[in-house]
């Protein structure tokens, strides 16, 4: 597997529904952040957590982070369909070069 | 503060031309990032600039290569363009280091034909 690997790859649910999407990685990670990306155009951050964090919220979203199962999970609370987009989760590696690595995404569709 | 710019926004190359793409990060950033997007490889990380020097590079060949002026502009240049290079080019900008939260612009859109 990758180092941040989304899933589910693709999740489709109803307005006003929860959505939850995770993200599994490999190497001892900094921070982990998450993403949206509108069709065909650039990402928008969304929230950064850091190693030492547990939970962070943000409005709507939810994420949590399990360092030692290497593990983040966000949720997205009373969906809305400005909420469909793809999401990316990406780690930002302290060994070796410090970049971020971002996974595959999940193609999330909030059907009104 | 103006947002991460990207120019041009589209571009249309045919194979074996060069082309080069142009990004001006948020002021104050100085680490610029560039990302090639595809449906099939997805978001791939290709060089990181800071300082006008490259400090981290992906697993790129070596037609894809990048700058960074003393404003921290970037610009990355692809030579001898293949079909496969036909892409969203990502730059995203962030203040220090390449793992800090990033700023993304709009992208380039490259069709290579």
């Known amino acids: 597997s990758q180092q941040g690997e989304e899933d589910p790859q693709a999740l489709s649910i109803q307005e006003g529904e929860n959505a939850t999407m995770n993200c599994s990685y490999k190497t001892s990670i900094n921070n982990l952040q998450w993403y949206r990306q509108n069709s065909g155009r650039g990402l928008v951050h969304l929230i950064l957590i850091r190693s030492n964090e547990r939970e962070k919220h943000s409005g709507r979203l939810r994420v949590t982070l399990d360092t030692s199962k290497k593990s983040s999970s966000l949720l997205i609370t009373a969906s809305r369909a400005a909420d469909t987009a793809s999401y990316f989760c990406a780690t930002g590696l302290i060994q070796g070069a410090q970049k971020l690595v971002f996974g595959q995404g999940t193609r999330l569709t909030i059907n009104p | 503060k103006a947002g991460v710019t990207q120019t041009p926004r589209y571009l249309i190359k045919t194979r074996g031309q060069q082309v080069t793409l142009s990004c001006s990060p948020i002021?104050?950033?100085?680490?610029v990032s560039w990302y090639q997007q595809t449906p099939g490889q997805g978001l791939q990380f290709l060089f990181e600039y800071f300082s006008e020097t490259q400090r981290n590079k992906g697993n790129f060949p070596g037609r894809f290569s990048g700058r960074q002026f003393s404003n921290s502009r970037s610009e990355m240049n692809v030579s001898t363009l293949e079909l496969g290079d036909s892409a969203l080019y990502l730059c995203a900008s962030s203040l220090d280091r390449g793992w800090d939260e990033q700023y993304f612009g709009p992208g380039t859109r490259l069709t290579v034909t």
């Open positions: 002021s104050g950033h100085r680490s």
